[in-house]
Each structure stands twice: as C-alpha cells, then as structure tokens.
C-alpha cells in the first residue's frame, strides 16, 4: 500500500512536471538560423542581411512576438567560404536545433548549404541570385532575389522596344558575372538579338579598352551589355567613355547602388540597368503596390543605420516577412507544415516585388519585379 | 587596323605600368634582406584608401596625398619593428610566412579602420582622353609612367650613388660582412621597409583615379607585382618595371588578338617560360651580382 501511495506520488509529480515542461515548451522561442557572408568579398550582402535581421527580431519581438513566442536568431559568419557555410549549417541544424534557416547571402554558400537542408527537411529561404538555387525545384529550399536570367530578360525587352538586334557582350569572369552571361546567352536569342561580340574580364581587371575595342570594331553592334558587380563594371563605365563609343551601354542589377554612380562619375551619363523596386521608392508611382513596403523599409533601414538601404537588404527582410508569416498561418513551427505554408505564400508585397510562391516556383516573383532606370545627372530615373 | 593596335597597346601599358609600379616595392625590400615581402600589395592599398578617405572627408588632395605617404611609411616601420624584427634570427621563409601574416592583418584592420566599400580619387589632371592616331589614353597613366620612371631613377640613384643605399646592398649580401665593417643593420632592415611602404603607398595613389581601391585592392596589385618582379629578376628595379609591361602587353594584345578568355593564360605563360629557360628572370643575374 505504501508502496503503491509512493508511485503514485511519484506519478502525480511526473505528470505535474511534464505539464510544466509543456507550458515552457509553448513559451519557447522560435529558433531561425542565419548563415551570412558578414565579411569577406560578399560582405557588402552579408553585413546589411545580418543588420536588417537583427533589427526587425528585435522589434518583433518587442511587440510580442510571433504566436505568442519571441524569435531568437543565430547568425554565423561563413565569410563567403562553402566550406564554412556547409560546416555552419550543420550546426544551426544539430546543436542549435533550429527551425528554420535563413541565408546564404552568395550562390556558392547557398549551395553548400541546400543538401543539409534537404537531408534534415528544414525549411530554407536562401538571400542568392542565381538561378540554380530553385531551377529544378527543391523541396526545402526558396529564395526571394530576383534571378539574373529576369534581368537578362528585363534588359533584351528593352534592346528590343529600341530596336536593337545586335549586341556585344562584355562579363565578369566570375560568380555573378559568369552566371549572369550564361543566362542572358540562353534567353538572348527569343528576343531576335544576336550577340556579335563577347567578351570577358577579371574582377580586378585595371583596364578592358582592349576588349571594348574589339566589341566597337565588331561588324554591325548596336549596344552593349556588361554583366559584373564591384569595381569592374565602373571601370567598364570608363572605358567605354574613353573610347568614345556612341552606343547605348547596359549594366546589370548588380551595379545598382548609389556607390556604382559615384565611382563611375560622368560617365555613368545614360547606363540604362534593370533594378527593383527598393533602388526608386521615391520614383515609384502611387498605384504600385510595392511603393507603401519600400518605402517603409527604406526609412526605417536608414533611420537605425546610417546608410544607404540597399536591395540586399531587401532580400533579407522579404525572407523573414515570408517565414514569419508561414508559421503564424501553420500555427507552430512543425517544420513540414512551414514549408507548406512558405510554399503557397501568395500576393505577399515585399521589397523585390510581388510574390506568389507554388509547388513549382519557390521564388514567386512577377516579372514587374525589374523596373527599367537609366542614369541622368548623377541619378537613377525611373523608364518602365 | 593600326588604331586598334595602338589601343591594344595603350590598354596593355596602363596595366602594365601599375603591375611594374607594385613590382618595385618587392624588389627594394628583397635587396636589403632578400625577403620578399608579401605585405607589398597592402601598402598599396593603406596609400590608396588613406588619400581616398581623406578627400572625401574634405582634406586638400595636396594634404592627402603627404598624409597618406606617411601614415604608410608609420606602418611599414611599424611591420618591421614588430614582426619581423623579433624573428631576426629566423630563416628567410619563416620571415615570408611572416609577411603573409601582416598582410591578412593589415586587410583586416583596414576593413576595420575605413569599410569595404570601393573608394576612388579624381584624376590629377582631368578625365579628357588624349587621341593618338585613333586611340586614346587617359592623362592619369601617364602620371603612372612618369611617376615609375622617376621612381626607379630615383632608386637606382639611392642604390648606386648613396652610401646607405650601398649599405643595404651590402647588408643583403652578407649581413655579417656588412656588420663587421660598420653599417647598422637593424637600421637599414627599418629603412627599406619604410621605404617601400613609401613606393607601395606612391602606387596606391597614382592608380586609385584609373582601378579603385578597397581593403582588399592589395591582393591582386601584390600578385600582378611579384610576377612582375620575378619576371624582371627579383631585386632589380628595371627588371620589375619590364616585366610588369610585358605582363600587361601580353594580357592586352591576348585579349585583342585571340579571345579575352585566353588573357590571364597567356601572361603565366609567359612568366613561365621566362622562368623555365633564364630562372632568375630576364635581369636576375645582374641584380644579384652588382656587390
């Protein structure tokens, strides 16, 4: 008898504690897991992905949270190394226990990163450009950049408006760049352009005239097209002023911050580039229905840093508005049911444009996501 | 047809002329201690970004530049008396390993000290092409030439002409010897990091209007330097300017001629067969053989 009052005291206190652990187990925070390129080449992604997070857990978490749970964020530094990420990644998912993962500010780190996320079923919203990373569709994996081949896209319609056929091309020969022409070379053709010229240079090439000369001497070129990011695509600017060529010159979105103008001076005069939405908030007219988030995000980005907002930053806070609002509709954080809800996210506003996710598209933007600027006096005007 | 090969050629010399201008520095420090010193990139970048920053807070260009010089000059002083002083009694590859070192630490601190955004300065006298016979060339690499021209003029003086200068040749041919007859050795490992922290500095300067800099510009002007100076022989002035042209002229007429995806492969070509059939580069053996 005594024995069994024992048990059953003991029972009573077991059931009261698992209760307990239950109640704590609602209140526990939800874990997002960040793998950033904070420094490093790709910093100039990373650093302002790491801040907009911060800033916004932050202040969701003031105003209650999501579900009535805060948000902790873990954020690693891969430093723009594959190897690292992967390494990162492993530990968000092991030993931090995370809910979901947020990053890879590069293509490569991302892709370091998506076999973990597929072997663990964590949901991952990647901030990289390229195309590979939802082309074919992986189950876990979403990003919310727009890709380069819709920039490419974005460019070649507006060659075509200006009746443009031939054109030379002069990219990058790395990453961005390389990714950029090989996409802009597969979609080329459907608009009726053809490429008479392409070229490539080093990132850190000092000087491309000889390249630009052999696209001016190029038989029956009618504009040119430069796909690279940093300090190549202003040296490019330069140049193609140096030489004197009397043709339209395209960039691509990777030139599109205030720093690009600031480098390429004058002869930045008349660049026509594809960018979103977040590069012209001003700009936008009031119908859009991106015009209100832009430019929110800018004000708030500029009022707590000090700097320039740029879509990069965009990118971040479109992944977390996604996420958050995946596990407010499933209700938890059961990881299978988030991914379901990032999945059929539709008509979410963000600062990329307007998202409509599917099984068989987990980017979701339109192709309004591009407007069309060109540089006068030293700033973006808005086309298209 | 002419005009495109005159532009070839002026593409090729303005590479040319920064590659052979971070070529020098390699070649002032490996005279005086045979240590090549592959913190060479990151003192032109310190010179660069300094005078950068520095004009866009609102200093004069003229105060700038002095400015930056000397700031350069403090840290390579600065390298020396902390790094490789200490490791004095280490072999010259342990010294090398040192060098690497402070080179990360220097990209580190300067992306602490200033941020990594890319910084440009004006061009010292203007951004109008000049024409020659249907090719053109900006003002400022003129100023690059002019200025490795009277760099290693000045070199060469330093070297041949003044007794320190033939104190560090001495010293890096045999330290004991130079000792023993009275030149002060730790002083002259001092002054040539100084001065080619200086050199690397005046680089950074003049090329910043045409390349940019960042906190990692270094990299690839260290790189593009040591070929340029292992092409020329290392420790020779002359041999570091030729060779950073050839680099640039090679790099230039591939990429017109053939494909610009052929570029980067052509110019290690060339340092390779310079160096498979003359192995201490095209002026190497004069260097080492002038003490």
Known sequence: ?384 | MFAAFLQYLFSGLTSGAIYALAGLGFAIIYNASHVINFAQGEFIMIGGMATATMVAAGVPIYLAIPLAMAASMLVGVAMEKFAIEPARNADVVTIIIITIGASIFMRGAAQLIWDKEFHSLPAFSGETPIAVMGATLMPQSLWVFGISAVAIALLWYFFNRTMFGKAMLGTSHNRLAAQLVGVAVKRVLLASFALSALLGAVGGIVVTPITFTNYEAGIMLGLKGFSAAVLGGLGNGTGAIIGGLIVGIAEAMASGYLSSAYKDAIAFIIILFVLFFMPSGLFGKRGTDRV
């Open chain 1, 1 to 384: 008898m005594r024995n069994l009052m024992k048990w059953g005291a003991a029972a009573v206190v077991v059931a009261g504690c698992s209760t307990i652990a239950g109640l704590a187990q609602a209140a526990d925070p939800i874990k997002i897991g960040s793998i950033l390129s904070v420094t490093g080449p790709a910093s100039f992604l990373g650093e302002p992905e790491k801040k907009t997070l911060e800033m916004y857990v932050e202040r969701i978490n003031k105003e209650g949270g999501v579900q009535g749970r805060k948000i902790e964020l873990v954020v690693y530094d891969d430093g723009g190394a594959g190897e690292k990420a992967s390494t990162f990644t492993k530990r968000l998912i092991e030993s931090d226990k995370v809910d979901l993962l947020i990053g890879g500010s590069t293509t490569a780190t991302t892709m370091a990163a998506v076999p973990l996320a597929e072997r663990n079923e964590v949901p991952f919203i990647s901030l990289a450009g390229a195309v590979v990373i939802v082309e074919p569709v992986k189950k876990w994996v979403f990003k919310t950049p727009h890709t380069d081949k819709m920039a490419a896209e974005k460019v070649f319609s507006d060659m075509k408006k200006r009746g443009i056929t031939k054109i030379g091309m002069i990219s990058e020969d790395a990453g961005f760049g390389k990714s950029g022409h090989d996409q802009s070379l597969a979609v080329v053709k459907s608009f009726g352009i053809e490429v008479v010229a392409d070229e490539i240079y080093s990132p850190k090439d000092p000087d491309v005239t000889a390249q630009l000369t052999k696209i001016k001497n190029a038989p029956g070129v009618q504009a040119v097209f430069n796909f690279g990011f940093g300090q190549g695509p202003a040296i490019v600017t330069k140049n193609f002023k140096q030489l004197g060529i009397a043709l339209p010159l395209y960039q691509s979105h990777g030139v599109a911050s205030k720093d690009f103008i600031k480098l390429a001076g004058d002869a930045a005069e008349g660049i026509r580039l594809p960018a979103a939405g977040q590069v012209v908030p001003e700009q936008l007219p009031a119908s859009d229905p991106q015009k209100p988030v832009v430019t929110a995000f800018k004000k708030d980005y500029e009022a707590a840093f000090k700097s320039d907002v740029s879509t990069f930053a965009g990118h971040a806070y479109d992944g977390l508005q996604i996420a958050l609002a995946a596990i407010n509709r499933a209700k938890s954080t059961d990881k299978a049911k988030v991914r379901d809800e990032i999945e059929k996210t539709s008509g979410y506003v963000g600062t990329g444009g307007l998202v409509s996710m599917s099984a068989t598209d987990h980017m979701g933007l339109s192709p309004s996501a591009f407007h069309m600027l060109e540089i006068r006096k030293g700033d973006w005007v808005l086309i298209d």
